[in-house]
């Protein structure tokens, strides 16, 4: 099935709306409710900074214009995507946004501590049924919900940036989630049409290991004065067909979301995932990629430029 971002996605049978929360408003998160509206559920998105999960929202709102721009998508489409969706902030933000949902993505930064210290509170107000999903990279689905008192209703969808465009959602089974669980969870992403793989819960999953390594060797052979960024990167594009290279992709991912990773495989699986030092320095300086502007290359207007 195809992930056009400019459909509306349906799998065959009567469609489901859901109640979803989206925990974070992050470069995922935005991209996640997005494609929940756009699928049809009611999507509440919840963000710890004041005024962040509405300029989230806002962000959607200029994505479906380029997308009604194109003929993607109908006037109308926009407006009922719009309609589906709220922001909310603030102390009690995050249980209004939680009351009643049937399914919570959390799509804070990639902290175990923080993701328990969101989703606990919260676990009173989201019922005995909700869904409890996580967008964790890499971090262990057993442990988050073991710690949270409910490891057979937590699972992990795991999303890939830009969410409306990238067609696989990684689904996490923990020791203990059930099987109903990754039944509700398949149900959920091919809804929002996407293709979904189980994956055990092992450090890295499927995706992130092998991505994060390649990564890796791109930032040692830069430190190595092997090639360019852009010959690095030109090379994985143009010899192996690869949609962006890795420098290019680590820009688009965030290094600092990277270099968590990198940290949590290296501690769980060992030497191999070691960050290089060009990493944990560029991350010091802020260059964090794309959203900050600078990471392996510049970025203006939405765009890679060379340094
Ligand atoms: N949101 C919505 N749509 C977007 C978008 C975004 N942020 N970025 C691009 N698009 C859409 C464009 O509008 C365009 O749509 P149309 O074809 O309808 O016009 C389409 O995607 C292609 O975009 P572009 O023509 O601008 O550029 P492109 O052809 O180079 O594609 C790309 C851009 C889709 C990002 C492509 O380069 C790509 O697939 N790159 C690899 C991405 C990847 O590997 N992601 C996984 C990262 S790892 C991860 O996320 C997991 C983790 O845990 C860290």
Same mark, same amino acid.
Do not use: E, L, N, T
């Given at each position: 099935m195809s992930a056009d971002p400019g459909k509306t996605r349906r799998v065959a049978g009567p469609p489901v709306s859901l109640h979803v929360t989206v925990l974070g408003t992050g470069t995922m998160g935005q991209g996640i409710a997005q494609v929940c509206a756009q699928s049809g559920h009611t999507t509440r998105l919840f963000d710890v900074a004041e005024g962040r999960a509405s300029a989230a929202v806002k962000g959607i709102g200029a994505q479906l214009e380029k997308l009604l721009g194109k003929g993607k998508i109908t006037g109308d489409e926009r407006h009922q995507t719009m309609n589906r969706l709220s922001a909310a902030s603030g102390p009690t933000g995050a249980r209004d946004a939680c009351s009643g949902a049937d399914i919570v993505i959390e799509a804070v930064p990639e902290d175990m501590q923080l993701k328990l210290d969101v989703l606990g509170p919260l676990l009173e107000v989201l019922g005995p049924h909700a869904l409890i999903g996580t967008n964790t990279s890499s971090l262990s689905i057993t442990e988050l919900g073991a710690r949270l008192g409910v490891p057979e209703r937590t699972v992990g969808l795991h999303f890939f940036n830009p969410p409306p465009v990238m067609e696989l959602v990684e689904v996490v089974r923990g020791l203990s989630t059930s099987d109903a669980t990754i039944e509700r969870a398949l149900d959920f992403a091919r809804g929002l049409g996407k293709t979904p793989i189980v994956v055990r819960?092992?450090?890295?999953?499927?995706t992130s290991r092998l991505g994060v390594i390649l990564g890796c060797e791109a930032m040692r052979m830069l430190e190595m004065g092997v090639a360019s960024a852009e010959d690095i990167d030109r090379g994985m594009e143009l *010899?192996?067909?690869? #949609?962006?290279g890795p420098l290019k992709l680590t820009d688009l991912v965030g290094l600092d979301v990277r270099l968590a990773i990198l940290d949590h495989l290296t501690k769980e699986i *060992?030497?191999?995932?070691? #960050?290089p030092a060009i990493l944990r320095s560029m991350v010091r300086a802020g260059k964090l990629g794309k959203k900050t502007g600078e990471g392996f290359y510049k970025w203006v207007d939405g765009q890679p430029v060379a340094k």
């Open positions: 819960d092992v450090p890295g999953f499927a *010899g192996y067909r690869h #949609p962006m *060992g030497d191999q995932f070691r #960050p």
